[in-house]
C-alpha cells in the first residue's frame, strides 16, 4: 500500500530544459491535484483531474501542462523550464473530502 | 472561491506552553476543513479535519480544532507544547464542487522554546 507516489525526489534543470514529474496512487481514487509550494505562499494549485481523461486548469497552470490517462497515473510536464519554476511540487489525491486528501513526498526542482 | 487566512507565518511558544495557531475560511457553504502539518523537507501530513458532526475535533499528537462557523474559524490548538512540534502548519478548506480542490493558508511555522 503505496498511497502516492512521486519521481523524482530531486531534480535540477537548465533553462529552456523540458521534463515531465511523475505521480501515481494505488488507491483507485477518483481526483488528483498537483501543488507548488513555494516559502511564505502557502501551497498553489497548478492542475487538476477529477477522473480518466478529464483535466482542468487550477490557479497557477502556466508554464505546465498534464495528462490523466489512467485513473493511476497524472504527470506534470514543464515545457522551457524557467526559473520561477523552481519550487517544490507535490501530488496528491482524494476519492472525496470526507475520507482526507493523501500527499505524496514532493519534488524539489531547482531551474539554473 | 473559498479563502484561507492564517494569521502569524511565525508562532514561537516555550516547551509546555499552550500552541494556538489561528485560521479563518470564507465559504458560502459548510466548508470541510483540514490542518497539516509539514516537518523539513517532509510532505504533509494530516492532522486533523472537520467533515461533519461534533465541531470539536482531535487530531494526532494531542491537538485539537474548533469549527466556529460564527466565527468563520477553526484555530488549532494544543494544550502543551513539544519540542518535536515544531514545523510548518497548514489550514486548508475544501471546494464544495465537483473539483473538490483544496485551498490552502500560507502556513504557520512554529517555533518551540526550550
Known amino acids: 500500500n503505496a498511497g502516492v507516489t512521486q519521481t523524482p525526489k530531486f531534480r535540477i534543470l537548465k533553462i529552456g530544459q523540458s521534463m515531465t514529474l511523475q505521480c501515481t496512487q494505488d488507491m483507485n481514487h477518483n481526483y488528483m491535484y498537483w501543488y507548488r509550494q513555494d516559502p511564505g505562499m502557502g501551497l498553489k494549485l497548478i492542475y487538476y483531474?477529477?477522473?480518466?481523461?478529464?483535466?482542468d486548469k487550477g490557479e497557477v497552470p502556466n508554464g505546465y501542462n498534464v495528462s490523466r490517462s489512467t485513473t493511476e497515473d497524472f504527470p506534470l510536464r514543464l515545457e522551457l523550464a524557467a526559473p520561477s519554476q523552481t519550487s517544490v511540487y507535490f501530488c496528491a489525491s482524494t476519492s472525496g473530502p470526507t475520507y482526507g486528501y493523501t500527499f505524496g513526498s514532493g519534488t524539489r526542482l531547482t531551474v539554473v | 472561491a473559498q479563502s484561507v487566512t492564517q494569521l502569524g507565518s511565525h508562532v514561537s511558544v516555550s516547551e509546555g506552553a499552550l500552541v494556538l495557531l489561528r485560521c479563518n475560511y470564507s465559504s458560502s457553504v459548510p466548508p470541510y476543513l483540514f490542518w497539516y502539518v509539514q516537518y523539513p523537507n517532509q510532505g504533509l501530513q494530516l492532522l486533523l479535519k472537520y467533515t461533519t458532526g461534533a465541531t470539536l475535533v482531535k487530531g494526532i499528537n494531542g491537538f485539537e480544532a474548533e469549527f466556529k462557523k460564527s466565527e468563520t474559524s477553526f484555530h488549532l490548538t494544543k494544550p502543551s507544547a513539544h519540542m518535536s512540534d515544531a514545523a510548518e502548519y497548514f489550514c486548508?478548506?475544501?471546494?464544495?464542487?465537483?473539483?473538490?480542490?483544496?485551498?490552502f493558508g500560507s502556513g504557520t511555522r512554529l517555533l518551540v522554546r526550550p
Open positions: 483531474s477529477v477522473g480518466a481523461g478529464i483535466t
Open positions: 486548508a478548506v475544501s471546494e464544495m464542487d465537483s473539483s473538490y480542490k483544496l485551498i
